[in-house]
């Protein structure tokens, strides 16, 4: 047995960035003496988790005024980095919160009596805050005033933001019984009053339950979903001015027009804010000026109780350092992926996974070449063109029936072609080519009349689904596309399925499968042991590997044969697309990460520059399914990559497309809101 130096020189390189990563990582998240523990807590509502910030002199006796800081939906304590490193090191106590069904923490499935979307969201953000704030309200190392009030602040990101905006308006009816008040301030960002409303606290009824507190709002003038002026229409990917708004008006108690970023004190003694960030809602948890808006908002809400805080310019701030080198660790952690692939396939039994290497073909000439770019540039943008639809339309939307109709010419093609076959007695390709197009058109025709993914009780991530079924779309749209092509053309060239790198060798697929499940067990380890030493996971903004808790792993299996049969076609494509003479090297991985992640880009591209260009999205509706895919394109970048780089050391599409399915779909869940474990 001899591995080969290549793959342990990239083993060790891999390993050497994600120690550098994590390590440094966790320097930046402790500076100052604080202290970085993972806690996990019951409630009456299931259980919570979280990552607990502590400054070196917080004790019982010594206790500090405490800020809870939570993420937006879809997301995880991580994702409040900013400002809880930077509270923390400025000498508060800080708990980045796991709302309930996200991260590592748990809601009480028994609570869900009604299993559609708002059934199964709205009962867990009405009480992650508020719960939290009770957790913490008990510890000795949070400071209390004389008459036992909690000296804790509450801030919360777009979906984190409505749960602090009920904490801070059930504490107040709390208030009301005990004569105590747990929470002292509160500021919310990405978030107004249009999700709590619809449990009983709009602006008006938020503004009356205010308690004399200092409260405040950051309200992105780009923000996709919120702060909107009732007066527009057509979607809400537009410019903002909440301070101009009814409900900006009457959370800082003006009746004309406010200024944002300017304080107003308010009738029951208590001050508010609205700072208004040129940004995105995403853009707010990954903003250095955001986060001087979080720092300056609790120096003016803490101004009793500075004793002991550090006085720290709000702009001096190291979080970003964390963010470059968890970065990093994420590179290494790609690099790690591949180099236990590449060395495991150097093993018995492992090696079966390699069925040779391709034989590279001729690049098309003349008339082939430019039909080639063509195809290229269609199966591109496709995706992008029918994102929206998809995603926002759904099955049976107008756009989506043109799929319908394309599905159907397809299979009425590929009958054609089959029968064709068959009488011209042609070999098996022409065929083989002809079954496979017929069975993607009627499997697209299918999939664009059919809504999938409706059962949250069985798909029980509920962001997931609509990501899903514009997967599946995607998976059948390139298959027939590809299906076409090689009915068309490359089946007289006499290419035949191994040129795809479909090779029907059941060991080397059994083995191609065990290479990938080992592969990630190995570097799951890893990110495992990182997090457990450092408090690291691997990410840059909102996309991440990251732990979970074993409770998340029957919802990857039953989301796993989607994004499988993605990546066992995606791989096969950029296997016949890229294994040309000139398509080697560095070329070969540009047009595999264009064909995967291209029209994604694109999307994203035209989506934004049209925003803050115009003040208008190109898309003004697509609001959350625009965020969601600025990691889809991270993701499919990436697994483009290994796509590419493992064909060609294996000769086949298994390792790559398992590899990447189950790595994709785990990372994807991990990252999510999952109900009903």
Same mark, same amino acid.
């Given at each position: /047995? ?10 060790c390189i ?6 550098l ?8 998240? +402790?500076?100052n ?5 993972k ?10 988790s ?20 939570t ?6 304590a ?11 090191? =400025? ?18 499935? +028994? ?27 008990e ?10 009030n ?9 979906m ?11 504490d107040?009816?709390?208030? /009301? ?20 409303g ?13 308690g ?11 923000d ?12 809400t990917? =537009?410019h ?19 200024q ?11 001050? =508010? ?19 001087a ?7 003016? &809400?803490?101004?009793?109780y500075?004793?002991?805080?550090r ?22 952690f ?8 590449? @060395? ?13 290497a391709?034989e590279?073909q ?16 269609? &199966? ?11 995603m926002d339309?759904?099955a ?12 159907i010419?397809? &299979? ?10 068959l ?16 069975? &993607? ?8 009349? @059919?809504?999938m ?12 689904? +609509?990501?899903a079924?514009?997967?599946i779309a995607?998976?059948l749209?390139?298959?027939v ?11 007289r ?23 990938a499940?080992v ?8 990110l495992?042991l990182?997090?457990?030493?450092f ?7 909102t ?54 992640a291209?029209?994604?880009?694109l ?25 969601v ?14 796509? =590419? ?33």
């Amino acid at each position: /047995m001899k591995i080969s130096k290549k793959n342990l020189k990239v083993l060790c390189i891999a390993l050497c960035l994600i120690l550098l990563g994590s390590i440094m990582a966790s320097v930046f998240s +402790s500076t100052n003496g604080v202290k970085v523990k993972k806690i996990k807590f019951d409630t009456d509502n299931g259980y919570l988790s979280g990552l607990l910030y502590m400054p070196k002199d917080a004790s019982a006796s010594n206790p500090k005024p405490t800020v809870i800081v939570t993420h937006g939906y879809l997301n995880s304590a991580e994702m409040q980095d900013a400002n809880a490193i930077e509270l923390s090191r =400025r000498g508060y106590v800080v708990l980045a919160l796991d709302q309930y069904d996200h991260g590592h923490s748990d809601f009480d499935n +028994s609570k869900y009596s009604d299993t559609s979307f708002f059934g199964i969201w709205l009962p867990f953000w009405v009480n992650s805050m508020h719960d939290a704030v009770a957790y913490m309200y008990e510890q000795p190392y949070v400071l209390k005033d004389e008459a036992g009030n909690g000296i804790i602040g509450v801030t919360g990101h777009s979906m984190g933001g409505f749960g602090s905006t009920m904490a801070l308006a059930m504490d107040e009816q709390e208030f /009301m019984a005990t004569g105590i008040r747990k929470i002292y301030c509160g500021l919310t960002e990405g978030s107004d009053f249009l999700y709590t409303g619809l449990v009983g606290v709009d602006a008006a009824t938020a503004d009356a339950l205010g308690g004399g507190r200092t409260m405040g709002k950051v309200a992105a003038q780009f923000d996709e979903f919120f702060f909107n002026d009732s007066a527009e229409t057509g979607g809400t990917v =537009r410019h903002k001015d909440y301070v101009s708004t009814p409900d900006g008006m009457t959370f800082l108690q003006q009746t004309a027009a406010a200024q944002a970023n300017t304080w107003y004190d308010t009738s029951d003694g208590g001050r =508010r804010i609205i700072y208004e960030p040129a940004q995105t809602h995403p853009w707010n948890h990954f903003s250095k000026t955001t986060t001087a808006y979080a720092l300056s908002f609790y120096t003016e &809400a803490f101004k009793d109780y500075q004793d002991g805080i550090r006085s720290i310019d709000p702009a001096k701030q190291v979080w970003q350092w964390k963010e470059f080198f968890e970065c990093v660790a994420l590179v290494g952690f790609i690099m790690l992926i591949i180099g236990i692939a590449s @060395t495991l396939i150097e093993l018995p039994f492992f090696s079966k996974a390699n069925t040779g290497a391709l034989e590279v073909q001729p690049s098309p000439t003349g008339g082939k070449k430019i039909a080639v770019i063509i195809i290229d540039i269609i &199966a591109i943008l496709l995706p992008g063109l029918f994102f929206t639809p998809l995603m926002d339309g759904g099955a049976g939307s107008p756009i989506v029936n043109i799929l319908f109709y394309c599905g159907i010419v397809a &299979a009425i093609g590929g009958c054609a072609a089959f029968v064709l076959g068959l009488v011209k007695k042609s070999g098996k390709q022409l065929p083989i080519g002809g079954c496979i197009l017929l069975i &993607a058109g009627v499997l697209l025709a299918v999939v664009a009349k @059919t809504p999938m993914y409706q059962n949250n009780a069985v798909f029980t991530a509920p962001g997931v689904n +609509s990501i899903a079924y514009w997967t599946i779309a995607c998976t059948l749209i390139a298959l027939v596309i590809m299906s076409a092509v090689y009915v068309c053309i490359k089946s007289r060239d006499g290419a035949v399925l191994a040129n795809y790198g479909v090779v029907l060798k059941p060991m080397a697929i059994l083995a191609g499968i065990c290479t990938a499940i080992v592969t990630i067990i190995l570097a799951y380890i890893v990110l495992f042991l990182m997090d457990a030493i450092f408090k690291a996971d691997f990410r840059i903004w909102t996309f991440a590997f990251k732990t979970f808790d074993a409770n998340i792993i029957p919802a990857i299996l039953r989301y796993l044969p989607t994004f499988l049969f993605f990546y066992l076609v995606s791989t096969a494509s950029i296997t016949v697309n890229t294994n040309t003479e000139k398509t080697q090297g560095f070329k070969g991985y540009l047009l595999a990460i264009a064909l995967n992640a291209g029209g994604a880009i694109l999307w994203l591209a035209r989506q934004y520059i049209t925003l803050f260009s115009t003040g208008v999205a190109a898309h003004p509706e697509s609001a959350l399914s625009g965020i969601v895919l600025v990691a889809m394109a991270v993701t499919l970048t990436i697994a483009a990559i290994i796509s =590419r780089n493992l064909y060609k050391k294996t000769g086949n599409i298994w390792t790559a497309a398992c590899l990447n399915g189950i790595l994709m779909t785990t990372m994807t869940i991990a990252n999510t809101m999952v109900a009903f474990k």
